[in-house]
C-alpha cells in the first residue's frame, strides 16, 4: 500500500523530465578519507553500506544454483593496483539467509546496516600524495523489484611518507556518497515522453488487502457462532434490555461502550502485532522456515483445541478482577464489561483470530492493525446492533450441537492450513516429503472427514449422534464433497487454476534437484518471438505497422522470472503480446549492450526499475508503461488498452 506522500511524489516523477532522479535506497561511507604510511605497510579501510527499509543487497559469497544462475553478489575491490592491493580476507558481518524463489536456493542478503573491512597493503615507493579508490559494486532489490547493478568509486587520499618505521593512520572527516539510482521508481503509470499528453495506466499493487479483510470478516463471523460466544448474544442483550426499561437513553451509551470494549481486545492485538513488526515489514519475517514451521504447530494445536482436546484459557484471577470492575454501572464499567466477554471467549475465539492474523501476515506491517480492527467490528456488531433492536432475537437460530460441529468441521480447516505452512518449510529445506500429491492427498482427507463428519458418518468422542441430516446439512456436506472431488482430479494431474500457487510445483523433485526457475521461465516464454535489441524491433513495427512492447529485463531478476514463467505464458496475454513487436532487453549487466539498454531505460521512462515495461509506437511515442503485477486482469486490462487507444492512429 503506497501512502498519499508517496501517490504525490509518483505523481511527480510523471511530470519531472525522464532525468530527474529520485533518492536512492543505498548510502555508502569510506573510513578514513585520507590516510599516510609508507611502502609495505598494512592499513584498514572500512566501507558503510546503509539501506532504506524494504531494500537488501545480496552477500559477497558468490551464489549459484545447479544451472549456473545466481543473483549478484556485493563486490569491494582497490585501485589502482600500483598504489595498494588486498592483503587478506574482507571482514564482513554475518548475512541473513532466506529461501529466493526465482532461483530456488537459499541466498545470503544484508538489510539496514552492514560495516566491511578491508585490509590493503601500500606498495608505492615514491613518497607522495595518491589518490586510491574503493570500487563497490552492488544490486539492491526490495519485495517487488530489483535495480540494476550499481558500480560506485569512493576516493581515499594516500599520503606515502619515506620513513619505514611505525605507520600512523590519520583519519579525517568521513565522506557519503548516494549513488544514482531511484528508490522508488514510479510503477504502473503511463507516460508519454514526447506527447504531453499521454495516456495513463494506474495498475494494482500485488498485495491488495481486500481479500485479507474479507478472510477477517470471515473469521469472526464463525467466531460468532461458536459455544463461547452465540449463548451469550441474548444474555448481554437482555442486560441493556432490562437496564432501558429504567432509563431508554443509556441504552444506545452502554451498548456503544460494550461494543467498543470488544473492540478494544482485538485492536490492541493487532496493534501491538503492528508496533513489533514495525516498518520493516512483516513479510520477510514470515518466509523463514522456522516461522512456517511454528505456524504450522499454532495451527495444529487450534485444531486440537476445536476439537476439543483441551482448552485455552486466561487466568482465572484476571477475568475475576475485570468482572469485578465491570459489575458498575459507570462509562469504565461497561466499557471493561465488554473487554471481559472478548476475554472470557479466548478459548474459542483464539483460533480464528490466529487465522486473521496469520493470513493478514502476508501484507504490509501495518495490515494486523487494519485486519483485527475489521475483525473486531464485525463480532462487536451483533451486541451492539440487537441491544438497539432486541425484537431481532427471535430470528437467531437456537444453540444446540451445531455449534460443536462447527467447532471440528473449523478445526480440520485448521489442519488444512497447516499442511499449507510445513509445505513452505519443505520447499525451502528441500526434504522432498510434500509434494504435490501428498499435498493434494491431505487436503482430499481433510475434505472427505468434513463431509462425512457433517452427515454424521464421522464422529468424535464427545460428540453426540446426529439423529436427523437436514437441509442445511446435505447443503454443506455436497458442498464439501464437491469440492473434496475437484481437489482429487488434482492427483491426476489435472490443472486448479489459482490454486495451483499455493501448491508444490508440478516438477517439485526436478526442482529441488537442479534449482531450475530460469530454465522452465525460458521455455514458457519460448512461442513468442522476441528481439533483443531495439534497432530491428522498431524497423519490424514500421515493416508491420504494429505497436511494440519493450520488457526491460535482468539476469538475476527474480520478478522478471516471476512475470515471464507466469504471466507471459497465459493463453490471453500471449494472444495479446502476438499483436505487437516485442523487444526484451537486459539492463543488469556492465558491459554492451545491456549498458546501453540501461539507459535508454533510464533516459526515456526515468526509471531503471526491472521488470518493467513499455508500450511504443513505430515512431518511437510512448503509450504507456507498466511494472510487476501478480494480477493478470490488471496486466492484460494494461495491454488491451494500449492496443485499443492506439490502433487508430498507426500508419
Known amino acids: 500500500m503506497r501512502s498519499p506522500l508517496c501517490l504525490f511524489v509518483g505523481m511527480l516523477c510523471i511530470v519531472l523530465p525522464a532525468w530527474a532522479q529520485t533518492p536512492s535506497p543505498v548510502r555508502l561511507e569510506v573510513h578514513p578519507r585520507s590516510l599516510q604510511g609508507s611502502a609495505g605497510d598494512t592499513v584498514t579501510v572500512t566501507v558503510r553500506m546503509h539501506l532504506a527499509a524494504g531494500w537488501y543487497t545480496y552477500g559477497l559469497k558468490a551464489q549459484?544454483?545447479?544451472?549456473?544462475?545466481?543473483?549478484?553478489?556485493?563486490?569491494?575491490?582497490?585501485?589502482?593496483?600500483?598504489?595498494?592491493?588486498?592483503?587478506?580476507?574482507?571482514?564482513?558481518?554475518?548475512?541473513?539467509?532466506?529461501?529466493?524463489?526465482?532461483?530456488?536456493?537459499?541466498?545470503?542478503?544484508?538489510?539496514?546496516?552492514?560495516?566491511?573491512?578491508?585490509?590493503?597493503?601500500?606498495?608505492?615507493?615514491?613518497?607522495?600524495?595518491?589518490?586510491?579508490?574503493?570500487?563497490?559494486?552492488?544490486?539492491?532489490?526490495?519485495?517487488?523489484?530489483?535495480?540494476?547493478?550499481e558500480e560506485v568509486r569512493l576516493p581515499v587520499r594516500v599520503v606515502v611518507i619515506a620513513s619505514s618505521g611505525e605507520k600512523?593512520?590519520?583519519?579525517?572527516?568521513?565522506?557519503?556518497?548516494?549513488?544514482?539510482?531511484?528508490?522508488?521508481?514510479?510503477?504502473?503509470?503511463?507516460?508519454?515522453?514526447?506527447?504531453?499528453?499521454?495516456?495513463?495506466?494506474?495498475?494494482?499493487?500485488?498485495?491488495?488487502?481486500?481479500?485479507?479483510?474479507?478472510?477477517?470478516?470471515?473469521?469472526?463471523?464463525?467466531?460468532?457462532?461458536?459455544?463461547?460466544v452465540f449463548p451469550m448474544i441474548p444474555i448481554t442483550?437482555?442486560?441493556?434490555?432490562?437496564?432501558?426499561?429504567?432509563?431508554?437513553?443509556?441504552?444506545?451509551?452502554?451498548?456503544?461502550?460494550?461494543?467498543?470494549?470488544?473492540?478494544?481486545?482485538?485492536?490492541?492485538?493487532?496493534?501491538l502485532l503492528s508496533l513489533l513488526f514495525g516498518a520493516t515489514g512483516i513479510q520477510e519475517f514470515a518466509t523463514n522456515p522456522w516461522v512456517n514451521l511454528l505456524i504450522a504447530a499454532l495451527f495444529i494445536a487450534f485444531a486440537l483445541n476445536l476439537f476439543g482436546a483441551y482448552e485455552l484459557i486466561l487466568p482465572a484471577k484476571l477475568l475475576n478482577y475485570l468482572h469485578r470492575i465491570s459489575e458498575q454501572q459507570s462509562i469504565t464499567g461497561v466499557l471493561l464489561m465488554g473487554l471481559t466477554f472478548s476475554l472470557s471467549s479466548f478459548t474459542c475465539?483464539?483460533?480464528?483470530?490466529?487465522?486473521?492474523?496469520?493470513?493478514?501476515?502476508?501484507?504490509?506491517?501495518?495490515?494486523?492493525?487494519?485486519?483485527?480492527t475489521v475483525f473486531a467490528?464485525?463480532?462487536a456488531a451483533p451486541f451492539f446492533l440487537l441491544s438497539l433492536f432486541p425484537a431481532a432475537l427471535t430470528a437467531l437460530p437456537r444453540a444446540g450441537t451445531w455449534m460443536n460441529n462447527l467447532k471440528v468441521v473449523m478445526g480440520l480447516l485448521e489442519l488444512a492450513a497447516a499442511v499449507k505452512f510445513l509445505s513452505n518449510a519443505d520447499l525451502v529445506w528441500g526434504w522432498g516429503i510434500l509434494s504435490r500429491e501428498l499435498f493434494l492427498a491431505s487436503w482430499v482427507f481433510c475434505g472427505a472427514l468434513i463431509t462425512l463428519y457433517v452427515l454424521g458418518l464421522f464422529r468424535l468422542p464427545h460428540d453426540t449422534p446426529v439423529e436427523h441430516v437436514g437441509p442445511v446439512r446435505i447443503l454443506v456436506a455436497v458442498a464439501f464433497g464437491t469440492l473434496t472431488l475437484w481437489l482429487a482430479t488434482g492427483l491426476w494431474d489435472?490443472?486448479?487454476?489459482?490454486?495451483?500457487?499455493?501448491?508444490?510445483?508440478?516438477?517439485?523433485?526436478?526442482?529441488?534437484?537442479?534449482?531450475?526457475?530460469?530454465?522452465?521461465?525460458?521455455?514458457?516464454?519460448?512461442?513468442?518471438?522476441?528481439?533483443?535489441?531495439?534497432?530491428?524491433?522498431?524497423?519490424?513495427?514500421?515493416?508491420?505497422?504494429?505497436?511494440?512492447?519493450?520488457?526491460?529485463?535482468?539476469?538475476?531478476?527474480?520478478?522478471?522470472?516471476?512475470?515471464?514463467?507466469?504471466?507471459?505464458?497465459?493463453?490471453?496475454?500471449?494472444?495479446?503480446?502476438?499483436?505487437?513487436?516485442?523487444?526484451?532487453?537486459?539492463?543488469?549487466?556492465?558491459?554492451?549492450?545491456y549498458l546501453s539498454h540501461k539507459r535508454f531505460q533510464q533516459e526515456h521512462f526515468g526509471t531503471v526499475e526491472l521488470p518493467f515495461y513499455a508500450i511504443l509506437r513505430p515512431?518511437?511515442?510512448?503509450?504507456?508503461?507498466?511494472?510487476?503485477?501478480?494480477?493478470?486482469?490488471?496486466?492484460?486490462?494494461?495491454?488491451?488498452?494500449?492496443?485499443?487507444?492506439?490502433?487508430?492512429?498507426?500508419?
Not at 499528453?197 to 474479507?214: V, Y
Open 349 to 372: 475465539t483464539v483460533p480464528f483470530v490466529g487465522t486473521a492474523l496469520v493470513a493478514i501476515a502476508s501484507g504490509k506491517w501495518f495490515y494486523p492493525l487494519i485486519g483485527m
Open 619 to 651: 515512431d518511437t511515442t510512448v503509450i504507456a508503461t507498466a511494472g510487476f503485477t501478480r494480477d493478470m486482469d490488471t496486466f492484460v486490462s494494461f495491454l488491451r488498452n494500449a492496443l485499443s487507444t492506439s490502433s487508430a492512429s498507426l500508419p
Open 494 to 593: 489435472k490443472p486448479l487454476g489459482e490454486l495451483d500457487a499455493y501448491l508444490p510445483p508440478r516438477d517439485y523433485y526436478e526442482l529441488l534437484d537442479k534449482g531450475n526457475a530460469v530454465a522452465r521461465s525460458e521455455v514458457s516464454s519460448a512461442s513468442l518471438t522476441w528481439y533483443e535489441s531495439l534497432e530491428p524491433a522498431f524497423a519490424e513495427a514500421r515493416r508491420l505497422h504494429k505497436l511494440i512492447f519493450i520488457d526491460f529485463t535482468g539476469f538475476t531478476c527474480t520478478n522478471c522470472r516471476w512475470m515471464e514463467t507466469n504471466m507471459f505464458s497465459k493463453p490471453q496475454v500471449q494472444q495479446l503480446l502476438a499483436q505487437m513487436v516485442r523487444a526484451r532487453l537486459f539492463t543488469d549487466r556492465r558491459t554492451e549492450p
Open 168 to 228: 600512523a593512520l590519520e583519519a579525517v572527516s568521513s565522506a557519503t556518497t548516494e549513488p544514482s539510482v531511484p528508490a522508488t521508481p514510479p510503477t504502473f503509470t503511463g507516460r508519454n515522453v514526447q506527447n504531453p499528453r499521454p495516456t495513463t495506466m494506474n495498475m494494482a499493487t500485488p498485495e491488495d488487502i481486500w481479500p485479507l479483510l474479507g478472510i477477517a470478516a470471515g473469521a469472526a463471523a464463525f467466531a460468532l457462532l461458536t459455544p463461547c
Open 377 to 379: 467490528a464485525v463480532f
Open 237 to 271: 442483550v437482555s442486560f441493556f434490555t432490562k437496564q432501558a426499561e429504567r432509563n431508554r437513553r443509556r441504552v444506545l451509551r452502554n451498548a456503544l461502550l460494550y461494543a467498543l470494549g470488544i473492540m478494544t481486545t482485538f485492536v490492541g492485538l493487532g496493534f
Open 64 to 149: 549459484l544454483n545447479d544451472e549456473g544462475i545466481g543473483p549478484e553478489p556485493l563486490q569491494l575491490s582497490l585501485s589502482p593496483s600500483s598504489l595498494w592491493q588486498p592483503a587478506g580476507t574482507i571482514r564482513a558481518p554475518q548475512p541473513q539467509r532466506k529461501y529466493d524463489e526465482g532461483f530456488s536456493m537459499e541466498v545470503e542478503y544484508y538489510t539496514g546496516s552492514a560495516t566491511f573491512h578491508i585490509p590493503a597493503r601500500l606498495r608505492a615507493s615514491e613518497p607522495g600524495r595518491y589518490t586510491g579508490y574503493v570500487t563497490i559494486v552492488y544490486q539492491v532489490c526490495d519485495s517487488t523489484r530489483c535495480l540494476p547493478p
